[in-house]
């Protein structure tokens, strides 16, 4: 008999990692849960590489876009499994296109989001879980310029200097993402010459979250 499949769970809320630990550990079904910690940060100091499954809260505040995110997970041979509000947003399509295998929001009870991790960690998404199409990205962008363009764009308002203590980059360095992500905006037809302009670009592209889905989950 094959074993179960291995799950992490990286989640903001310890309330939440509790939870979902002890439900996915009990039952007629349970499943191994390893590593639970919550930041990203966090998980990549201690994962192993060797998760199966990885459920990912969806709202992580930090500096590397989710998709950014579960397409590492895919190149390393785990899939990722979002927690979060969303799952018709061109973020989660993007997450989906990337190589998240299902999107659980948080409307679910705490017993049918664990039967649906377990479901979907053998291969059977839930309809309810199961993440639509993603549309073609506007602007073909490399990880590093999205992931500066999507600091830049926050609502914090990051500088390039700062972004550039936080990333390990020089300043110019910062500058230089920043133009080059623009300029590919700017050649497909898409102006980017504010903050906001820049945001509303990635929203439509799904790399990063409507801040109004953040402030409606209290979490901005």
Do not use: N
């Not at 390393?76 to 999107?103: D, K, Q, V």
């Not at 199961?130 to 602007?139: D, M, T, V």
Request: proline share 7%; net charge positive; aromatic share 4%.
């Amino acid at each position: 008999m094959p074993a179960p499949p291995r799950l992490d769970v990286v989640h903001t809320s310890p309330v939440v990692t509790t939870a979902l630990r002890h439900e996915l550990r009990s039952g007629a079904t349970p499943v191994r849960v390893e590593t639970t910690v919550h930041s990203w940060a966090d998980f990549r100091r201690e994962w192993d590489f060797a998760g199966d499954v990885v459920i990912v809260d969806a709202l992580l505040d930090d500096h590397l876009p989710l998709p950014l995110k579960v397409r590492a997970l895919r190149r390393l041979g785990s899939t990722a499994i979002i927690l979060g509000p969303g799952r018709e947003t061109p973020f989660a399509r993007r997450c989906g296109h990337e190589g998240a295998g299902a999107w659980i929001e948080p409307s679910q009870g705490l017993a049918e989001t664990a039967r649906t991790i377990r479901e979907a960690a053998l291969g059977v998404v839930a309809d309810h879980a199961r993440i639509p199409p993603a549309e073609p990205p506007l602007a073909a962008l490399t990880d590093r310029e999205l992931q500066v363009l999507a600091l830049y764009a926050s609502t914090r308002g990051h500088s390039p200097a700062y972004l550039g203590r936080v990333l390990a980059l020089r300043t110019e360095t910062v500058r230089s993402h920043l133009e080059r992500g623009r300029g590919r905006y700017r050649r497909a037809g898409i102006a980017t010459h504010t903050r906001s302009s820049v945001r509303e670009a990635l929203v439509r592209d799904g790399w990063v979250l409507d801040a109004q889905v953040w402030s409606a989950a209290g979490r901005d």
